[in-house]
């Protein structure tokens, strides 16, 4: 005789995958977000130029070489962002399995 009231109904791992890919998808296009935010902010503060006193000079550098640094940063979790996933995750698969959920 089989007891079917403690059975817990487990998903379907195709499922998981699914959903697994679905928040990935969210976080790499998060971190892209992020990116073209810093190219922006960056590309503004270089359109102005090495202009007025030499303060608004220094500020304008300090502000460029933070959003440089940033944009480092997120260039550099690219390949990293998310680990444990049940597959082999490289950027040129990004492209591919990020869209296929």
């Known amino acids: 005789m089989t007891e079917t009231a403690d059975l817990v109904t487990v998903p379907p791992l195709e499922g998981g995958v699914d959903q697994e890919r679905l928040y990935v998808a969210a976080l790499y296009r998060r971190l892209d977000a992020l990116r073209r935010e810093k190219e922006a902010q960056l590309a503004k503060v270089r359109s102005t130029g090495a202009v007025g006193t ?3 000079i220094s500020e304008r550098d300090a502000f460029a070489t ?6 480092a940063q997120l260039n550099a979790v690219d390949d990293r962002l998310v680990f444990g996933l049940s597959w082999t995750w490289t950027p040129a698969k990004r492209a591919t399995s990020v869209g296929s959920g």
Not at 66 to 71: G, H, Q
């Open 66 to 71: 933070m959003y440089e640094d940033r944009l």
């Open 54 to 56: 030499m303060q608004n």
